[in-house]
């Protein structure tokens, strides 16, 4: 008996929530466009997934885990930034650092949705935002 589909190839999971539950897509996407949504991602990471207007997920996700220390932040949507409260770091929307201690840009994770299932996978090719080889690979 094979165990329910819950992994794909190139090592895509399910998002899950805080109990272990794959969240249907539905429910993210009925949040406000702009919204960031956690989920439990790869290794149960914590990883916001980005609303998008109609109805979209952003096909980055973003994993929160400070590249200082490894605290988890919140979104401040006023300021359009990831702010971390241990040591102030900052972030843009897409993970770059605007402010240190953080040393990197926070890790990206690709999320894409298929029939209401959200699936997160591996970001293993060149980093968007710095175009070089991912720190995390
Ligand atoms: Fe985030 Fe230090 S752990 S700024």
Redesign the pocket.
Known sequence: VLPPAESGEDGAILAKDILGNPIPASQILAEAPGTRALVAGLAGDPTYLIVEENSCLNSMGIVNN?T????T?PWNSVDQQFQ?P????RYSADGSVLRG??PLPLKLVHVAVRNNQIWISPWTELDPRTQAQPWWV
């Open positions: 400070c200082h220390l490894g605290c932040f971390c241990c040591h102030g770091s201690p953080a």
